[in-house]
């Protein structure tokens, strides 16, 4: 049976590890001819040759090397279908409003926030083109709740990306383009990992709160981001896909 991307071209930002590693061999394996986007040329490399797709360096926040990153695409591929704009940063100076400078929070938000505003701008005529497509843009579940362990910057830049979202797949829902923000809770990635090793008290706090008692697996956010990415998922639009393990529902969770 055909897959679920078959005759689809996806482009994903921050490919070459965690949930854009995982999101590009999912594709991959349901059909999609993948972009992958990384400014990290050995893991990029790998990546793309392990789905037999196409790395391409790029700064996304930069303009010239964002349309130029979906011209090498367009060109190598013939077509764009889906957007998966999912890089992003999340440094240890960016903590409380209190302490965070102002270069830390603009260098968030420009990797966070600006990239997906350029992805957007950008990326979009090109599935215009074809007709429609699906745009999936990472925010956060901190987009929707509120952390006394703040990183401020993150948390803002995330809220951005939300309602950015929001508003494009309504404005664009009836030329085809869907936008959805998809909204991970705590993944296990080894930025979490080294948050454990370095400071057990504060990852604990974060632990605690989950339903599920554990953090996701990246895998688990890549399927997310499949169902958003294929005709599965035809009448969603605009919407705040929270893949979170119950986080933000819970009030009291389980011993």
């Not at 972009?35 to 793309?48: F, N, R, T, W």
């Not at 745009?135 to 951005?160: D, E, H, L, R």
């Not at 930025?191 to 974060?206: S, Y």
Request: charged share 20%; glycine share 10%; proline share 5%.
């Amino acid at each position: 049976m055909p897959g679920r991307l078959e005759g689809k071209v996806a482009v994903i930002t921050g490919a070459a590890s965690g949930i854009g590693r995982e999101s590009a061999r999912r594709f991959a394996e349901e059909g999609a001819g993948v972009c992958v986007v990384d400014l990290d040329p050995s893991g990029g490399k790998e990546v793309a040759a392990s789905v037999d797709g196409l790395y391409v360096r790029a700064d996304v926040t930069d303009p010239k090397d964002v349309q130029r990153m979906y011209r090498e695409a367009a060109d190598y591929f013939g077509r764009l279908d889906v957007l998966f704009n999912n890089a992003g940063i999340s440094p240890p100076e960016d903590g409380s409003i209190l302490e965070t400078s102002i270069d830390a929070w603009q260098r968030v938000q420009d990797a966070n926030l600006k990239s997906v505003y350029l992805c957007c701008k950008y990326g979009i005529p090109y599935l215009l083109e074809n007709g429609g497509g699906s745009v999936i843009n990472t925010a956060s579940f901190v987009a929707v709740m509120g952390a006394a362990t703040s990183q401020i910057s993150y948390t803002a830049s995330k809220g951005g990306v939300l309602a950015m979202s929001r508003e494009l797949g309504v404005q664009f829902a009836r030329q085809g383009v869907r936008v959805n923000a998809l909204c991970p809770g705590p993944v296990d990635t080894p930025l979490l990992q080294e948050l454990f090793a370095k400071d057990p008290e504060k990852a604990k706090r974060r632990l605690v709160h989950l339903p599920m008692g554990r953090f996701a697996k990246a895998a688990e956010i890549a399927n997310a981001a499949l169902f958003l990415a294929s005709d599965e998922s035809s009448y969603v639009t605009a919407s705040t896909f929270l893949v979170d393990g119950g986080l933000s529902g819970a009030y009291v969770t389980p011993e």
